[in-house]
């Protein structure tokens, strides 16, 4: 069993993407949860290519990425979904989030989505500990395997 995975549920997708949009899982560790990621800007091909390169780039060395799982034509939206990554030694830690798109300093470049995720904090302004899930490089390494195995 995968310790990592972020992949399109079809059998519930196919119902769902008349009504633009569908509905994803994701894995950290032994935390599961399902999304709904629309359809009004990006399909489903482009998620899936923009995980693989999100999650290639952070195996490969860089110290943060980001797994947009809604995405908005953003001359437009007000936010995007998404899990910024940061990358310590051999750990991944993910935190769900919400990108407010008037709250970056330059429009927001499809192209290059990993040049907005912020600096790894661990507690809110008001000291709460922020919800954070972690695997190995190993584990998604290993999704990233069975992924090209496919």
């Known amino acids: 069993m995968n310790k990592f995975s972020i992949e ?3 059998n519930v997708s196919k119902k769902q ?11 950290i560790g032994s935390f599961q949860e399902n999304f709904l990621s629309s359809l009004s800007f990006w399909s489903m091909q482009d ?17 943060s990425s980001c797994l947009i799982t ?14 910024p990554i940061c990358r310590v030694e051999n750990l991944l830690y993910f935190q769900d989030g919400i990108l407010l798109l008037d709250s970056i300093k330059i429009p927001f470049d499809i192209s290059d989505p990993f040049q907005y ?12 500990k922020i919800s954070e899930w972690i695997v190995t ?3 998604v390494e290993n999704f990233l395997c069975d992924l090209n195995a496919r």
């Open 17 to 27: 993407m008349e009504k633009d949009s569908c509905y994803g899982s994701i894995q």
């Open 70 to 83: 809604s995405m908005y034509d953003p001359t437009r939206a007000n936010f995007i979904e998404w899990w």
């Open 117 to 128: 995720v912020p600096e790894r904090e661990i507690y809110t302004e008001q000291g709460e």
């Open 47 to 63: 998620y899936e290519i923009h995980w693989k390169k999100a999650l290639q780039r952070i195996v490969s060395g860089y110290k």
């Open 137 to 139: 490089v190993e584990d």
């Open 8 to 10: 399109f549920l079809l």
